[in-house]
Structure formats: structure tokens, C-alpha cells
């Protein structure tokens, strides 16, 4: 646990919410009844509107258009009562003390995937959203007098019931402590597990936010045959150190264009902060 001091980071040393000592030891957690079903209702019809006001973002030009219809990007610019959602007290009380009180919105995108067979996008491998923050070797345990440091945690903001037979989100508990990415040749083994620990799927009721730690081990599970779609707003916060990545570099960046002109490899492009969008871009 960490506050901000004077300008710099210190450890913390208030007691926190089990919820926040939760995220931090097992890299999940789940908060129930965040937002009132008039609140779900509300936010339900709002995110609803994006979509049928807003065109699909062609950011992700590998999915169909079919699929790319499943996302909308920047949903604070888009939404009130997202923009409004994404601080609610609940929420904050418990990332603040892992992030810091000024830690901010690095991506907020919305999910609505429909019942579907197949995904080309979605969650639906095993994955981690960034890092690992601090990559190792396999087999160096983590010495757990340290607290583990966290630098983006994920929230799933639900506007629809998520079941099992929809694809919850999984995690493997405790694997952000790792210091590894998912073993490439298992992205699909949906009995992946990390030090004996296996996956916890994050059941939600509309109104749940289900939290998870950047590096944690986590996926889309596979749907059943009840299949009802997800629906929820998604918004990663992260550290004040790191970079917002709502827009891509391409529209939003500091390079004037005198500058961009000058440019002479990808490498010097990506140097002056031109990246290819990536985790939280798209």
C-alpha cells in the first residue's frame, strides 16, 4: 500500500480495505452492488446510445466489422454518466491505495459482445494487460515482506449479468507476482495454473465492478451454450507515471509536425512516443 508524500510515493500506513489488500495479494477482486439497479438502468441506456450514435473505431483493423461493432473507445468523452461512473467512490477507495490518490484513467472502453461462437477479439487467451512490470525469471519466487508493487489495475463495470455460461473473466491468483507472461504454448488451456493456484472465474451481477491487477493472468472464459453476451464499461487506471492511451498516437500526441516531417525510422517515431496501438489503445 502506498500514499503520495510531498511529491513522491511512500508506503502506507492506515489500514486499507480488505478489498484493496485483496487486489494486491491475489491480483482480483470482486465489489458487489457498486452502482443501484436505477444506476445500472441509467448507464445501461447511456452506453446503449454510444452505440447506436457512434460509429465502430477502425483502431483494430484486424477484426471483422461485424466484431469491431462490439467496442466503443474514449467512453468518457462519450458518456456522462460513464465519465461519472468511472470515479465512483467505491471504486477509488480501493485502487487509490495501490496507485496513489493521483492516478488516473489510462483507457475506457466499452464492451458489448454479443453471443457469439467464435472471437477474434476478446479476452478469449491468456493474457496480461501490460509488463510484467517487473519481468523475471522463471522459478525466483517473490519475497513477500515486499508488498508486490501494482502500476494499472483493470475495472469491468457491469451493466448485464455475467454468468458462467457467458465467458466471465478469469484470473489466476497471485500469478502477477510472477514476473512472467503466460506460458505461450497454454494461451488456451483453460486449466492453466500458477503456483498450484487455478482459475477463479469473476461471476457478476449488473452493478458489480470486478477489479484485477495489469499483470495478473487473466482471460475470457469460454462461453456455454446459454450464452447471453457481456455487456460492461471497462476503464484500467493507472499510475500518474504512466501515459493516457484513450486516443492513439496518431491523433493525440505531443510531436508537432514540423517535427513528425523529420522523422526517419520507425525506431525515432516510436522514440518521440509514435506507437502502433496495443493493450489499452484497442
Known amino acids: 500500500m502506498l500514499t503520495r508524500k510531498g511529491g513522491y510515493l511512500s508506503p502506507r500506513s492506515d489500514n486499507a480495505s480488505p478489498a484493496s489488500r485483496h487486489l494486491e495479494e491475489e491480483g482480483y477482486a470482486v465489489l458487489r452492488g457498486v452502482l443501484s439497479p436505477e444506476e445500472v438502468a441509467a448507464l445501461h441506456t447511456e452506453l446503449t446510445d454510444v452505440y447506436a450514435t457512434t460509429p465502430a473505431d477502425l483502431r483494430n483493423a484486424r477484426l471483422s466489422a461485424d466484431e469491431r461493432e462490439d467496442f466503443r473507445y474514449e467512453m468518457f468523452n462519450r458518456s456522462a454518466l460513464a465519465q461519472q461512473t468511472i470515479g465512483h467512490p467505491r471504486i477509488l477507495q480501493v485502487i487509490e491505495p495501490l496507485l496513489g490518490e493521483d492516478c488516473h484513467i489510462i483507457a475506457n472502453t466499452c464492451w458489448r ?52 455460461e457467458s465467458g466471465p473473466t478469469g484470473v489466476i491468483p497471485r500469478s502477477h507476482k510472477s514476473g512472467q507472461f503466460p506460458p505461450s504454448d497454454r494461451v488456451m488451456d483453460v486449466d492453466l495454473d500458477y503456483d498450484g493456484r487455478r482459475v477463479e472465474p469473476m461471476i457478476a451481477k449488473a452493478g458489480d465492478v470486478a477489479l484485477f491487477v495489469s499483470d495478473v493472468w487473466h482471460r475470457r472464459l469460454p462461453a456455454g451454450p446459454d450464452d447471453q453476451g457481456r455487456f460492461f464499461l471497462q476503464a484500467h487506471y493507472g499510475r500518474r507515471d504512466l501515459a493516457q492511451r484513450v486516443r492513439t498516437t496518431t491523433t493525440v500526441s505531443h510531436v508537432d509536425e514540423p517535427a513528425k516531417s523529420r522523422i526517419g525510422s520507425a525506431r525515432e517515431a516510436k522514440l ?5 496501438p496495443f493493450f489499452y489503445d484497442g
Open 113 to 164: 459482445n454479443p453471443p457469439r461462437s467464435k472471437n477474434q477479439h476478446g479476452g478469449g487467451f491468456w493474457h496480461i494487460d501490460a509488463g510484467p512490470h517487473i519481468p523475471r525469471e522463471a522459478g525466483i519466487p517473490w519475497d513477500d515482506r515486499i508488498p508486490y508493487p501494482v502500476f494499472a489495475i483493470g475495472a469491468h463495470i457491469y451493466v448485464q449479468d455475467c454468468g458462467l
Open 272 to 276: 518521440l512516443g509514435l506507437h502502433a
